[in-house]
């Protein structure tokens, strides 16, 4: 897939059929692409997996090993980033019991969240995260949904400072909540936000991702495909040719949208099947939508 793209890459290059933008962080196409965290400047992958519902599952063989199949393809293909929280029940658990099962920690990066009221209710749960997840040192740890903020952005300071998380964060996941965000992007100057933003909720791209490239934070995308609606509103529906350029199917068509945003760092789409996160990682190779391209595919949605 990766030489195809590549091949039609240069076609497009020669045609000049559909604007494309400059891929960087590419080696020679073959590799996922990556963006850095502002931060310190580590690369990142554009894709990872959200666990949502997906991982929450019994920690039976079957189970675990399916789970693992997943994992390791995202790591195979270049990918790294895994987004859970204590709200998706068992999904750290099942994290951990992947990596026990062999999984390579090192070439994940595992970000969880802190989601429950008080000081050292708050610490607790964190510690739990780094128990069930099978880590000593959280990549990320994320205030959910803005829960109890200023106290757990604390811990999570203190924390990074004994080497215990690498990077500190806030998410949410519904428009109506980005001007509490921004509020708090500005007190806190977290390394990540993590937000809603797709093709069919674009609010982030009128201020939170502005701001977020302004502050050099760092943003993951959720509900990349609002939990699955994208699809059901493309159901039965053929992609335009000018979209064949660059994407492989409609999966590609709305993660590419995503990623290709200047201030986004990752998408994070939640699956349990391994056909789809490979689809999925395909959207982090080959060319990318440049800015005409990509307004062409929003009005392609709204129409
Ligand atoms: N407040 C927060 O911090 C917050 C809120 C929401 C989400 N999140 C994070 O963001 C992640 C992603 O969001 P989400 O889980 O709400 O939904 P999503 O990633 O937008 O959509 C997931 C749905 O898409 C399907 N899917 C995945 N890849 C596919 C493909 N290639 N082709 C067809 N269908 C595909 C999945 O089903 P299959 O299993 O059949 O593939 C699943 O039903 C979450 O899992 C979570 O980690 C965080």
Redesign the pocket.
């Known amino acids: 897939m990766n030489s195809r793209n590549w091949n039609r890459r240069e076609v497009l290059a020669a045609t000049g059929a559909v604007s494309l933008a400059p891929i960087t962080g590419l080696a020679d196409g073959h590799e996922m692409q990556t963006k850095p965290i502002p931060a310190t400047g580590e690369q990142l992958p554009v894709i990872g ?6 991982l929450d599952v019994e920690s039976t063989a079957g189970n675990i090993e399916s789970r693992k199949a997943i994992v390791d393809l995202l790591t195979a293909k270049g990918g790294s980033v895994i ?3 204590p ?2 029940n068992r ?1 750290e658990r099942v994290i951990g019991d992947v990596i026990d099962a062999g999984s390579d920690r090192s070439s994940l990066f595992l970000a969880t ?1 802190v989601w429950i009221d008080g000081k050292d209710a708050g610490v607790r749960q964190m510690q739990e995260s780094a128990r069930l997840m099978s880590t000593e040192v959280i990549d990320l740890m ?1 205030v ?2 803005l829960r109890d903020t200023d106290l757990h952005m604390q811990t999570i300071r203190d924390w990074k400072e004994e080497g215990r998380i690498r990077y500190s964060g806030l ?4 428009a109506g909540a980005h001007d509490a965000l921004e509020a708090a992007m500005h007190k806190h100057k977290p390394d990540f936000i ?1 937000i ?1 933003y ?1 093709l069919g909720e674009r609010e982030a791209e009128n201020r939170v991702l502005p701001l977020a490239e302004d502050l050099g934070i760092a943003v ?12 059901r509103a493309v159901s039965g529906k053929k992609m335009p040719e000018w979209a064949l350029e660059f994407a492989d ?4 068509f709305f993660l590419k949208f995503i990623v290709s945003h200047p201030a986004v760092t990752c998408a ?6 391994l ?3 490979e ?2 990682l395909g959207a982090g190779f080959g060319p990318m939508p440049d800015n005409t391209t990509r307004r062409r595919m929003a009005e392609f949605l709204d129409s």
């Open positions: 997996l959200g666990t949502y519902s997906v987004d859970t929280s709200m998706y999904s969240k994320q959910h949904n998410t949410h996941y519904r993590q809603n797709s993951l995308i959720n509900r990349p495909y609002q939990a699955g609606a994208l699809f199917s409609w999966g590609q994070i789409p939640a699956t349990s099947k056909h789809h996160m689809d999925n």
